[in-house]
């Protein structure tokens, strides 16, 4: 990818990050997938679906057990 795909993966890639993180906080999935959906960006590089994937896997029961234990482990 050139560094403009790469800079805008970034920003796609920084904004579905933010979502997952604020509907872990409370926030609804359905809303942050709407709001992420008029995101050109975004867009660009997923579709809804697989927003909803993306969603559903980092809202998992596995993966927030998993990010429990990183918090607890030495960096």
């Given at each position: 990818?050139?560094?403009t795909s790469d800079w805008a993966m970034d920003e796609a890639d920084n904004a579905v990050d933010l979502a997952i993180q604020q509907c872990r906080d409370g926030f609804n999935i359905d809303k942050a997938i709407d709001i992420l959906s008029e995101n050109q960006t975004v867009m660009m590089f997923y579709n809804t679906d697989?927003?909803?994937m993306i969603f559903d896997f980092e809202m998992s029961d596995e993966v927030k057990k998993y990010d429990e234990q990183l918090k607890g482990t030495k960096h």
């Open positions: 990818m050139s560094k697989e927003l909803y």
